[in-house]
């Protein structure tokens, strides 16, 4: 099936903030499709030929941390979520900001900042390069990594800047990790983000060894 085009002279701006806008996509006449983005209008991705689509780069990195050890942990965040009201388990994660060369160097900051670590190049992998959040409604995107440390001495939030709020981490053991898959909340009942399912299901499954 041919896919449907758009051209810029028909998105229309609705909101504009620092780190969200909204735009109204009219694919067909009198057709209305709205997608919360945190792109500009020029660089929205459903502007992008195929060329451009397959070399963007993600909106965000989110960080799959394990310790290796002799049993080995992953480290989650416990981070409030102003849309959920909730602190939810989470992976450090931050946007990919303009001065970023890449996808390594956001990840090592975001590291820093949340965990209070610091990480080498050599220490990251890309796991996937860029990942829609919920296409249906946004065009948001991560990239996956997985950093390995040994260390973890250091693990603080004292970096943290903004309005971002943290309650310490948690470190999960495979088996406890399987655990929260299976039920699908957290320890104390609460719902995490499809960013976390992927990290736990990365970890349970021995790939980042």
Request: aromatic share 10%; with cysteine; proline share 3%.
């Amino acid at each position: 099936m041919k896919k449907l085009e758009i051209d810029d002279s028909r998105v229309d701006t609705l909101f504009k903030s620092k780190f969200l806008n909204v735009y109204d996509m009219h694919y067909c006449k009198d057709s209305h499709y709205y997608n919360a983005s945190r792109r500009s209008k020029d660089n929205l991705v459903c502007l992008k030929n195929n060329e451009q689509f397959k070399a963007m780069k993600p909106d965000a990195v989110s960080c799959v941390v394990v310790v290796e050890q002799q049993e080995p942990k992953l480290v989650l965040c416990n981070e409030f979520r102003y849309p959920t009201g909730q602190f939810l388990l989470g992976v450090p994660a931050g946007l990919v900001d303009e001065e970023d060369l890449d996808i390594i160097s956001t990840a090592q900051r975001e590291i820093y900042e949340e965990c209070g670590l610091s990480v080498q190049r050599e220490d990251i992998s890309i796991i996937n390069p860029l990942l829609f959040s919920s296409p249906g409604m946004t065009d948001e995107s991560n990239a996956l990594v997985c950093v390995k440390i040994k260390n973890i001495s250091s693990l603080s939030t004292k970096n943290i800047q903004g309005s971002e709020l943290f309650d310490g981490f948690t470190l999960l053991t495979q088996k406890q990790a399987q655990d929260i898959l299976k039920q699908g909340t957290d320890q104390n009942g609460i719902y995490y983000s499809v960013y976390t399912w992927a990290a736990l299901m990365y970890f349970v499954s021995g790939m980042w060894q």
